[in-house]
């Protein structure tokens, strides 16, 4: 991961360009990322948008997944909203977490199976976390 920040600062140093301290609300931000990529199981790899296993009417920017146990979906600018369609595997139970990356907030979506209706914000940032319930 990596974080850009660029405030001004009288000695003219960007923390993205020479290190230094964080300003503003970036170590907390950068802290609960971090606690959610602590949390996923590993070896998490990418997935491509149109891997069949991953297909969803909610186009998201970034995929990572452990087979089918685990499953997040980043979503960037792009702002899902409205009923959203969500394709799990039949016969197994999913737990769904709405992260929102910038008010730092997990809000539980419900348990699910098979082909799942979500109702999301229309807000960029935004992140699914799908967790399989043993």
Not at 22 to 35: N, Q
Not at 123 to 128: C, I, N, R, V
Request: proline share 6%; charged share 35%; glycine share 6%.
């Amino acid at each position: 991961m990596t974080h850009g920040e660029t405030y001004y600062s009288e000695d003219e140093v960007l923390w993205w360009s020479k290190g230094g301290k964080l300003k503003g609300e970036s170590p907390t931000r950068i802290a609960f990322l971090r606690s959610i990529i602590e949390e996923a199981p590993f070896p998490l790899e990418p997935i491509d948008h149109r891997d069949p296993r991953y297909i969803s009417s909610i186009r998201y920017n970034h995929c990572l997944a452990k087979d089918d146990e685990y499953i997040l979906f980043y979503y960037d600018l792009y702002k899902p909203s409205e009923e959203e369609e969500l394709k799990l595997p039949e016969g197994k139970k999913y737990k769904v977490e709405l992260i929102d990356t910038w008010e730092m907030k997990i809000t539980k979506l419900g348990v699910f199976s098979g082909k799942v209706q979500l109702k999301l914000p229309g807000k960029s940032f935004m992140a699914l976390r799908i967790q399989k319930v043993e």
